[in-house]
C-alpha cells in the first residue's frame, strides 16, 4: 500500500458527460500529480499542485482542470468527455522539496467513456 | 526539455535469462533518476534509483548505474524470474528545472517458464 487513495478505482460514463477524480496524498506529502495512461501513449504528465498551487503543467487538455484542497486532497475534473478520454488515470504524491525521493503512485481510476 | 528515451518492448525471455532494458536521457541539470514497475492491474511502484552519477540502485535482483557520460541508466538482472513479467518505466526527477517527474514510455517484460 502506498499510502495514495484514489477513488472511484472504476468509472464508465457517457461522451459529453463530467466526472471528478479524487486523490488523497501520503500523509505529510505536499505535491500532487497527475498522469494518464492509455495504450498507445504510455504515462503522460496532466499537471501538478504544491501545498495547493499549481507547479507544472503538462499535456492537460482545456476540457480537463485540477486544484488541490488545504487538506492538501486533489480532485481532477474531466468534462465533455470523449472516447478518447478512456484511460487509466494515476495521481501520485511526494515530498516536493526534496528530489532524491521517489513520488508514490496510486491504484488508479480506470475512466471508460462509451 | 528533459526527455526519458528507452526501448520498446514487448521483451520476451526465458525464466533465468539475463535482462537488459535500456533508458537513456535528456536533462539540463543533475536529475535524479528511478526505474518503476507495474504489475498487472496495479499502479506504478518503485523499483530502484539513483540520485547523482555513479551512484548503484538495486532491489529484488535488479540494478541500475547512473551514468553521466552516456546520460544512461540501464535496468539489468542476471536472472530473471516469471514474476518479473510487469511493465518498467523509467523516469527522471529535476528540482532545478520544475520538478516534474517525467517518464519514458515503458516496456513491457515476458517471462517465459
Known amino acids: 500500500d502506498s499510502g495514495v487513495t484514489q477513488t472511484p478505482k472504476h468509472l464508465i460514463t457517457a461522451t459529453g458527460q463530467r466526472v471528478t477524480l479524487r486523490c488523497s496524498p501520503r500523509?505529510?506529502?505536499?505535491?500532487v500529480y497527475w498522469y494518464q495512461q492509455s495504450l498507445d501513449q504510455g504515462l503522460q504528465f496532466l499537471i501538478q499542485?504544491?501545498?495547493?498551487?499549481?507547479?507544472a503543467k503538462g499535456n492537460i487538455l482545456e476540457r480537463f482542470s485540477a486544484q488541490q484542497f488545504p487538506d492538501l486532497h486533489s480532485e481532477l475534473n474531466l468534462s465533455s468527455l470523449e472516447l478518447g478520454d478512456s484511460a487509466l488515470y494515476f495521481c501520485?504524491?511526494?515530498?516536493?522539496?526534496?528530489?532524491?525521493?521517489?513520488?508514490?503512485f496510486g491504484q488508479g481510476t480506470r475512466l471508460t467513456v462509451v | 526539455g528533459n526527455s526519458v528515451t528507452q526501448m520498446e518492448g514487448p521483451v520476451t525471455l526465458s525464466e533465468e535469462a539475463f535482462l537488459t532494458i535500456n533508458c537513456t536521457y535528456t536533462a539540463t541539470g543533475y536529475p535524479s533518476l528511478f526505474w518503476y514497475v507495474q504489475y498487472p492491474g496495479e499502479g506504478l511502484q518503485l523499483l530502484l534509483k539513483a540520485t547523482k552519477a555513479d551512484d548503484k540502485g538495486s532491489n529484488k535482483g535488479f540494478e541500475a548505474t547512473y551514468r553521466k557520460e552516456t546520460t544512461s541508466f540501464h535496468l539489468e538482472k542476471g536472472s530473471v524470474q516469471v514474476s518479473d513479467s510487469a511493465v518498467y518505466f523509467c523516469a527522471l526527477r529535476d528540482l532545478n528545472r520544475d520538478d516534474k517527474i517525467i517518464f519514458g514510455k515503458g516496456t513491457r517484460l515476458h517471462i517465459l517458464p
Open positions: 500523509s505529510g506529502d505536499l505535491s
Open positions: 499542485y504544491y501545498n495547493g498551487e499549481e507547479r
Open positions: 501520485a504524491s511526494s515530498v516536493a522539496t526534496d528530489m532524491n525521493t521517489e513520488a508514490f
